[in-house]
């Protein structure tokens, strides 16, 4: 089916009342499991990586990677830089064709995060490649970024934000937080209302591993149209080798091992597709 950007998938989930999953992948075997789910689900499928994946394999292998996954699959698929940590390495993805990009200029000042996000919008607006930042901290630690000091969205400065920057979708910070949570999380959900209220462009929620299904389900209900999840397939994948080769010590076939990772993925995959309520939307 087709290579999309996240723009028309965005949109038709806002419309909707629904979410699209973003997928963090690190390999092709994350890469084949995430899109094996989608089809299943017949769902859309964003898969994204973040700066220390790009470092461990390069942008233009996880590019061609899923390109060519997206070519062969029954599902639209989107590529997205997750968390892109400069101007330098938005401007590499972009090239490469990656098909939507994530600035994260979080952890800087508001008025340096605004200027960043903007040079980011204006060099990608002329290929239509659609832009995700974020406002306000999510905590917990996502690659080298480790947030102690998360800090919400002040639905004031969203609007300020989304007008000055011309971004196509906003990453709020609500009491989510990125990796495996202690206790249950606290979502601050009437912050999200508010959020939502006065802001008309797709929202997303990250850090979602961890969080009850039913409270993803209500942040969808409340206006999220775009939830991440990574942790959650990590430890999915790493889960089914170590219980393969647990079982089958002499094992040494990737192959083999890999198919048990991937089934591990798919099944997650799946569940969050229908948490999502994207099953049927692609
Ligand atoms: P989790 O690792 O908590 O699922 O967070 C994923 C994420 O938000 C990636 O940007």
Do not use: W
Request: charged content about 25%; hydrophobic content about 40%.
């Amino acid at each position: 089916m087709s290579f999309v950007t996240t723009k028309q998938m965005l949109a038709a989930a806002d419309e909707g009342a629904y979410a699209v999953g973003a997928f963090n992948v690190e390999n092709m075997e994350m890469v084949m499991a995430v899109i094996a789910a989608a089809e299943e689900m017949n769902a859309p499928a964003i898969l994204q990586t973040t700066p220390s994946t790009v470092k461990y394999a390069g942008l233009p292998l996880y590019y061609a990677n899923v390109k060519a996954a997206a070519k062969r699959a029954k599902v639209p698929v989107a590529l997205h830089l997750d968390h892109g940590n400069s101007f330098s390495l938005a401007m590499q993805a972009l090239r490469i064709g990656y098909t939507s990009i994530m600035i994260d200029g979080s952890h800087e000042s508001f008025e340096e995060n605004i200027a960043l996000t903007r040079r980011v919008v204006d060099a990608c607006s002329a290929s239509d490649i659609p832009v995700e930042a974020e406002l306000g901290k999510v905590g917990g630690k996502e690659d080298d970024l480790d947030c102690n000091d998360p800090g919400y969205t002040e639905p004031d400065d969203a609007v300020k934000f989304v007008e000055e920057t011309g971004i196509s979708s906003l990453a709020v910070a609500i009491g989510t937080a990125h990796g495996i949570y202690k206790g249950e999380p606290k979502l601050d959900i009437e912050r999200l209302s508010e959020i939502r209220k006065r802001v008309s462009i797709p929202l997303v929620l990250h850090g979602a591993s961890g969080v009850p299904d039913e409270a993803v389900r209500e942040c969808i209900r409340r206006g999220i149209s775009k939830v991440n999840f990574a942790t959650e397939l990590r430890i999915a994948y790493s889960n089914g080798i170590k219980k393969f080769l647990t079982d089958n010590p002499d094992a040494f076939d990737p192959k083999k091992y890999g198919a048990v990772g991937m089934e591990y993925v798919t099944e997650v995959v799946k569940n969050k597709i229908e948490v999502c309520g994207s099953a049927g939307k692609a």
